[in-house]
T-cell receptor
Framework: DAKTTQPPSMDCAEGRAANLPCNHS???????VYWYRQIHSQGPQYIIH???NNETNEMASLIITEDRKSSTLILPHATLRDTAVYYC????????????FGQGTELSVKP | GAVVSQHPSWVICKSGTSVKIECRSL??????MFWYRQFPKQSLMLMAT?????????EQGVEKDKFLINHASLTLSTLTVTSAHPEDSSFYIC????????????FGQGTRLTVV
């Protein structure tokens, strides 16, 4: 599975959009981009995933560049409860495969 | 999303004893479950992949005789930490993948193990 690079930490003001970047320059054609988050002392929570088209759900939006070498997770209106470590993972879907976690981005939402 | 439940949420045990952690998929069947370990301020580290009805596959550097994994049914996998030592103190997390159409992995709430 391709490796990802994320900034170690970011701050965001409550109510503003949080934009979390991820670089995955070695991604291959059949690898998806997944985002999970982990709130302190809990198990990770699935957020969203995509292949090449932008995706949106009730939690977030995922913007993937045309060359697929990077992506951005957008939390449109961040709340204090969104404070967590956000992990960007790339993997091939439908292979029953394991998720390999990098260091992630620690997002702090401040009042 | 699907629910994965771990038990216990936390446990304290004495050095040299064994501890069993359960991971259950509550509303779906999981042919594959994964066990992770997480030390403070670090990311999750995959320990092993648990397949229903067969032996687990361990990641490099993980002692299979120390971390016993059993996946006897489609809804239950167990991790037993044998002869626990203080350095085994960690946050253990399982995840399960629905064998149906939805292939996203869902995670348990984690188990905090403290060995004294």
């Amino acid at each position: 599975d391709a490796k990802t690079t994320q900034p170690p930490s970011m701050d965001c003001a409550e109510g503003r959009a949080a934009n979390l970047p991820c670089n995955h320059s070695t991604i291959s054609g059949n690898e998806y981009v997944y985002w999970y988050r982990q709130i302190h002392s809990q198990g990770p929570q699935y957020i969203i995933h995509g292949l090449k088209n932008n995706e949106t759900n009730e939690m977030a939006s995922l913007i993937i560049t045309e060359d697929r070498k990077s992506s951005t997770l957008i939390l449109p209106h961040a709340t204090l409860r969104d404070t967590a470590v956000y992990y960007c993972i790339v993997r091939v879907r439908n292979q029953g495969g394991k998720l390999i976690f990098g260091q992630g981005t620690e997002l702090s939402v401040k009042p | 999303g699907a629910v994965v439940s771990q038990h216990p949420s936390w446990v304290i045990c004495k050095s040299g004893t064994s501890v069993k952690i359960e991971c259950r998929s509550l509303d779906f069947q999981a042919t594959t479950m994964f066990w992770y370990r997480q030390f403070p301020k670090q990311s999750l580290m995959l320990m092993a992949t648990s397949n229903e009805g067969s032996k687990a596959t361990y990641e490099q550097g993980v002692e299979k005789d120390k971390f016993l994994i059993n996946h006897a049914s489609l809804t239950l996998s167990t991790l037993t930490v044998t002869s626990a030592h203080p350095e085994d103190s960690s946050f253990y997390i399982c995840s399960a993948r629905d064998r149906g159409v939805n292939t996203e992995a869902f995670f348990g709430q984690g188990t905090r193990l403290t060995v004294v």
